[in-house]
Every structure is written in structure tokens, then in C-alpha cells.
């Protein structure tokens, strides 16, 4: 099988530095995502105020659970892709990135209808303050027209790191985020759209991140290669990525629906305690797009290698993969903790939001190794095609406890810091479940599909 300059060979030679260069440039991608709210965050927080900072923030959540799901499938794409190329089963492999391209169309479109209609029932479950209601429900309405684009660019995104390649949805995503600056810059203090020209800004650049995928798939050589005038839905590759990819999308979903939960709770502390974790969220989820890289890492690692029947090659990917996890990810952390309150300065220069969010990053940057085993064990389960193992340990660990904490501890403790408290706690209960998981089914695997 051949190779383009930007794939990598994950069936042969060693692992930990080809996990680093798949592994870096997806955490890289995963950052300029996050780039495209942080952009919004701080170009509110500096001239529009901490009102407009909050609103954006209000809505974290809610689009994490959207976007989380629709990830969650395309990583199903992912896996089968994967496990195709490593069989050698190329003809399923097209088939399978045909499928998963129509699906990213559909699934897009499906979820922008349907979350436009939810708008309101969340936002009455969240309780969201008057002083910040107009403008959280302005800018979201205007990002859910952009799904389809963040489904396309997603999907598109696991067609090339199937084969190896993360370099390509990185450069695209790096140009979409510079269109974000700019357009936000534009809108705002040339326009002055306010909340609505940063919420349309983002929206153009998601879909120029989708355009610039779909036309390098267009150009693509070898297996990835898409052709326009031979798209189609294979019955068992879409029961394949959809049996994977939705349950992995689940567990995502479980975290921005208990996150959701925690908003709510936030919210009853105050447009301070909104904007601080805003702020603060938007630092500390670079940390864990470092993690998530490696975790996707051992997903696409092991997926090949369980589809060329290497089980040791497996095992060995997903224990390199956690521990070049660690290696980064504590190197990050030190970072943002020493320099914290000049970081969270950058977003807002109230003396109160920077308080309230040097607490919320020491209390979820610091314990983040406890999210490199969560990670890890959950991405190489879904390589294995084991995918809703730890999406059920993810419901009822991490939801659960944060229902239970937010219901008792903290109504009991009303305080910023009890409610930050809820993360590592949850965290660490679902990694011992995940690695009871883990070793119960690497000892049961079965010959990947044939």
C-alpha cells in the first residue's frame, strides 16, 4: 500500500515517535478549535464586557453536547476506516469514507434543526440570568447554522487521521482560525455587531475549515480519495461507524450534559462566576486537547493494528500513547498554573473573574493525569470496535456523581470552589471503573471484522 508524505506507517517500526507526530498535530487542531471560541471570548471580554464574556460562556455547554456527539460519530468513521486500511480491505475502506461523508451531511443538517428547537427549553433549564439571556440565545442561534459545517469538517478530519495524515485538518484549521480573528475584529469594532458579528464570524470559519477538507478529499490520491459522482451508503459500514461512533458520542454528550448541569449551578453564583469559568474553561480545555490527541492516538493506532491482527502492537500503542500523554500534558499544566492569573488577565482584567478562575484551574488543570488514563483506556477500547463500554461507565460515573454533588455537597457548601471540586472526583471514580473495563476485554478480544 502506498504512502503520501503526510501518512504515517502505524503497522510498522516504532511507535512513540510516530504517536507524537500523529498525536501533536491532532492536539495542535484540537487547540485551534478551541481558538475559535477562545477568539469570541476575549474579543467580548475586551470590548463588548463581561455581560457578552458570560453569554458565550452560558453556551459552552450546550454547543459541547452538540458537537461532542457529532465527533463522537465521526470517530466511528475513524475506527472503520482504520481497521479497514490495516486488513487491507480497501474496497471497504472507500466505501466506508463515501458513507461516512454522506452521514456527515445528514447528521449536520439534522442536528442544526433540531438544536434551534431546543434553544429555548435549555435555556429555561439553565435558568440563565435577564441581565444575559438576549445575547447567549442571539449568539447561539446564529453558531447552530454553522453544524453542518463543524459536521463536514469533523467527519472529514477522521478520513485523514484514519490513514495517518493530522497535518491536513491542522493547516485548514489554522486558516479558518485567522478568518475568526479577523472577521471578529471587523464585525465588532468596524461593524459593531457585537455578539451577533462574533457568533456569524465563527460561522464563516467553520465553513471555510470544511471547504478546504472537501477539496483536498476531492485532489486526494489512493484510498481516502473522494469522488462526488459515485457517493453512497453501504448498509454494514454505516451500522459499523454508527455502532461505534454513537455510542462514542454519547460519552461526550454525558460530559457536556452533566457540564450543563454544572452551568446551571454556576449561573446561581453570578455573572462573575459565568465569565471566570468562560475564562477559565478556555484555557484549561487546551490541556486537555493534548490528551484527547494521544487519545486519538491509541484509537487509530490500535484500530489498524487490531485490523492487521497485531495484538502486542495494540497494547503497545495504547500504554506509549498514555505515557506520552503524561509527558506533555504535565508540561501544559505547569505552565498555565504558574502563570495563571496573566493568562485569565488576557480575557477580562476584573479582579473577581480572575480570582474565581485561578480556582477553577487549579482544581481541573491539576489532577488532569487522572484524564490521560480515561482517555487512553476509552480510545483504545473504541480501536478495538468496543465502544459502548465505556460510554455506559461514562453515564453512570461522571453524570452520576455530578447529579449526586451538585444535589447535596453543594447546596449543602454554595461555594465556586466545592462546585470545581466535582471534577476531579468524578473523574477519578470513572478511571477505576474504565480500567476494570479495560482489562476485562483485552483479555476477550476477538479477530476484527473480516
Known sequence: MKFNTRDIDMLHGSLWDKIILFALPLALTGVMQQLLNAADVVTLGKFVGKNAMAAVGNNISMVGLIVGLMMGLSLGANVVIAQNIG?????????????????????GIFFCILAEFLVTPIFYFLDVPSSVVDMA?????????????ISLYNFQAAIFRSKGDTRTPLIALAVASGVNILLNLLFVLQFDWGIAGVAAATVIANVVSAIILFRVLLKAEGVIQLHLNALIIDKEELFEIV????????????????????QAAINSLGADAMAASAAAFTIEINVFCVVNGFGQAATTFVGQNYGADNLQRCKRATWVSMGLSAIFMQTLCCFILFFAEEILALFNSDPEVIRLGVIRLWYIVLPELINVLMEGLSGALRGYGISLTPAVITLICVCGTRVVWVFTLFREIPTYATLMAVYPVSWFITTIFLIAAYSYHVKRLRPARK
Open 87 to 107: 486488513a487491507k480491505r480497501i474496497d471497504r475502506a472507500h466505501t466506508a469514507v463515501s458513507t461516512a461523508f454522506v452521514l456527515a451531511i445528514a447528521a
Open 137 to 149: 440565545e442571539t449568539y447561539l442561534r446564529i453558531f447552530l447554522l454553522g453544524l453542518p459545517a
Open 243 to 262: 455502532r461505534i461512533g454513537l455510542p462514542a458520542g454519547i460519552q461526550s454528550m454525558v460530559f457536556s450534559l452533566s457540564n450543563l448541569l454544572i
